[in-house]
């Protein structure tokens, strides 16, 4: 096992080249399984995941990755677009296949690198995802993760994705910021993890959520 993440355990096999990453309740397995494959299938990324058993995943190991630096305003502006982007084609792309937007909702920055070959976004983690009607849950999560300390791009992001941010319904994110905060909260409680940070973090996304309402 090389690292110990809230979730799951990551392990390295054949000459580092696939990660096998076991979950304790299989249903992370089937979401992230689920979004991995959509993703490959739309040539969005593929990182060849494979289903080992109920509690095991596998997927390519990208090894020349870093993690986007959003303490630097010019690097969050690029990570931004980018996300934006992304985000945008998965949901699109999802909606007209399934009538149902395909989510990612742990946007945190330990869960978005960036290929230091391609330049491209390399989101993992998909475990908490999800179909649903809308797409606020990943705007929740953005809020929540992120871009928690950062409320001028969580705003900037909302407005580059949807238009005008006077259409977006801040009540609803709002719903969904609880929901996320409730379902963070309960994982890192049965994986030992704190979960004090994530009081802050609310706290915060209220304050975004409340900028956003204007
Ligand atoms: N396919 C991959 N390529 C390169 N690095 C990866 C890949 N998958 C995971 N990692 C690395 O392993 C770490 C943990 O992986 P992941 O986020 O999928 O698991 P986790 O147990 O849910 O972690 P956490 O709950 O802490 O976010 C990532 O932050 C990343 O640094
Ligand atoms: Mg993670």
């Not at 060849?48 to 959003?70: C, G, N, R």
């Not at 999560?141 to 992001?157: C, K, R």
């Not at 580059?160 to 994982?187: A, M, P, Q, T």
Request: charged share 25%; net charge neutral; aromatic share 10%.
């Amino acid at each position: 096992m090389i690292t110990r993440g809230k979730h799951a355990e990551i392990r390295l096999y054949e000459k580092q080249i696939r990660i096998f990453k076991t979950y304790k309740d299989s249903l992370y397995v089937d979401n992230e399984h689920f979004a991995l494959s959509f993703l490959a299938s739309q040539k969005i990324m593929n990182l060849h995941p494979k289903k080992e058993s109920a509690h095991t995943i596998s997927m390519d190991w990208i090894k020349e990755t870093i993690q986007p630096d959003i303490s630097n305003y010019k690097t969050r502006g690029h990570l931004r677009s980018q996300l934006s982007a992304y985000l945008k084609e998965l949901h699109q792309l999802s909606f007209e296949k399934y009538g149902q937007y395909i989510t990612h909702e742990d946007i945190f920055p330990d869960n978005v690198l960036k290929c230091c070959n391609t330049d491209k976004l390399i989101i993992i983690d998909w475990g908490l995802s999800k179909k649903r009607d809308n797409v606020y849950p990943d705007f929740a999560s953005i809020i929540m993760g992120i871009f928690n300390e950062y409320p001028e791009d969580a705003a900037e992001l909302i407005t580059e994705y949807s238009g005008n941010l006077s259409n977006i319904d801040c009540e609803l994110i709002l719903r969904y910021v609880y929901e996320l905060y409730e379902e963070y909260k309960n994982i890192r409680k049965s994986n030992n993890v704190e979960i004090k940070s994530l009081d802050s973090r609310l706290k915060q996304a209220i304050n975004i959520l409340n900028l956003l309402s204007g």
